[in-house]
């Protein structure tokens, strides 16, 4: 994925973890963007990689694609776990989640 296809907010590149500890295994995330959450045969919920495969190391991020910001937003504001984190790239500040300001 080229840094033009990566989502930002005012042209910064956004990246996306989950933390598994909070995880509930709803799978409302993998329902708004399967491209970028998958549920593991534990139950929980992880992001993916650009080659599909499972990020399953603890806090693994990927990037947000621009054309699915507003899945991943929506999976962040509707996840009963609040264990979605939307981040800044550049200094890693949250910009939609629970710890988002």
Known sequence: ??????????GEA???WIDQDLCTGDGICAQYAPEVFELDIDGL????????E????AGATTPV???LLADVVDSAKE????????RRVSD???????DAE
Do not use: F, N, S, W
């Not at 994925?1 to 005012?10: H, K, L, R, S």
């Open 1 to 10: 994925m080229t840094v033009q296809q990566e989502a930002g907010v005012d």
């Open 65 to 67: 694609p621009l054309p």
């Open 14 to 16: 956004l990246e996306v």
């Open 79 to 86: 996840c009963p776990g609040e264990c979605i984190h939307v």
């Open 45 to 52: 919920a992880y992001v993916k990689g650009a080659d599909d």
């Open 54 to 57: 499972l990020l399953q190391a």
């Open 92 to 98: 890693r500040a949250e910009v939609y989640g629970p």
